[in-house]
């Protein structure tokens, strides 16, 4: 059995929402359970700091993504789960990536570009506000890939870019110096769901339209209460297609309670009915979890050790691997 690495990163910003966890958490921790994948799940903490230089929220961020992967179900014995900031040859491998990377590549990366674009039209220096770190963003994400030699790298839409940039870094580094990194493919799952926020858009923190992952009941219950509704009266028959605590419902839910669900809307459900079996159904699946979360969050010393255990399980590859890229790049002990 050929086993296939893959890999992918966890922006440690803001606290995880259902969103989250229908679209990335869920089905990579599936993923992870195959035989034949071999996981390497991280938290990309270094991405972190472009985004965020609150030293608190960023701590708290990392502790709390960390928690609810694992109280989720993510195995750490059966894959491999780390800090990109405890893997200090990410780091060092960035660098020696950073010369093989055209800065033209970089100028067209689109969290960049788009930055370039929105001081343009107010006016401003093309570069005001951009750091070193949003701009060679795609060689700390390419180094924490090819460290690795992952073959497959699942990504939201938005992240591709970044994959095939990875890749052509790959590619140039390997025509110089010889055939070192495996060449990453990006893998983008369109069945995942895309879920819904309160507002009906999609759900996500810049919306500010979330519910929170691991909130009390009580939270969950208000959450769910603010979802948008129309006005139609209980006993009026409403579109389910057209709702989105029917959405969240179909994530949650299996096709004989999707079936149901539909029937009750065109039977005319009344929303604050439909809201609570909603509030019954995530409340019921989410709960095993939620404590698993707080025990994690009350005992931070085991999460440092689950962490610890996972970077040291991996160390002797990223050293192994930056020992050759040393080699072939001429940064030799002398003899
Ligand atoms: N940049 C990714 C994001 O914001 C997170 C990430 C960092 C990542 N390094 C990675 C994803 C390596 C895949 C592989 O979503």
Not at 9 to 30: C, D, K
Not at 60 to 81: C, K, M, N, V, Y
Not at 228 to 236: A, C, M, R
Request: hydrophobic share 40%.
């Amino acid at each position: 059995m050929t086993t296939t690495r893959v890999l992918t990163g966890i922006t440690t910003t803001g606290t995880p929402h259902l969103g989250n966890y229908v679209g990335a958490i869920r089905p990579a921790i599936a993923a992870s359970q195959q035989p034949d994948v071999e996981a390497y799940l991280f938290l990309a903490d270094f991405h972190a700091l472009i985004k965020n230089q609150n030293p608190d929220e960023v701590a708290q961020s990392s502790r709390e993504i960390a928690a609810t992967w694992l109280a989720l179900g993510l195995d750490p014995e059966h894959s491999f789960f780390y800090r990109q900031s405890d893997i200090p040859e990410i780091t060092e491998l960035s660098w020696i990536l950073s010369c093989s990377a055209a800065k033209g590549l970089m100028n067209r990366a689109h969290a960049y570009k788009a930055s370039v674009q929105a001081n343009e039209a107010a006016g401003e220096d093309p570069d005001f506000g951009t750091t070193m770190g949003l701009f060679s963003y795609p060689v700390l994400m390419a180094a924490d890939i090819l460290i690795f030699n992952a073959h497959r790298v699942p990504v939201g839409r938005d992240q591709i870019q970044h994959v095939e940039m990875a890749r052509d870094i790959a590619q140039r580094f390997n025509h110089h110096y010889g055939p070192i990194f495996t060449l990453p493919e990006a893998v983008v799952d369109d069945h995942v769901a895309i879920l819904q926020g309160l507002d009906g858009r999609k759900m996500s923190k810049s919306y500010g339209n979330t519910i929170p992952l691991f909130g009390t009941p009580k939270q969950l219950q208000k959450s769910i209460n603010k979802i948008k509704t129309n006005l139609l009266e209980p006993g009026e028959p409403k579109d389910a297609d057209d709702a989105t605590v029917f959405q969240i419902w179909c994530a949650f839910a299996d096709e004989a309670e999707r079936q149901q669900m539909r029937q009750a809307f065109a039977d005319g459900i009344g929303w604050g009915d439909a809201k609570r079996q909603l509030f019954e159904r995530v409340n019921d699946e989410l709960l095993p979890a939620r404590e698993r979360y707080e025990r994690l969050m009350a005992d931070p010393g085991q999460l440092e050790s689950i962490l610890q255990a996972g970077a040291a399980r991996l160390r002797p590859q990223s050293s192994a691997l930056m020992e050759r890229v040393r080699d072939a790049t001429g940064l030799r002990p002398y003899r």
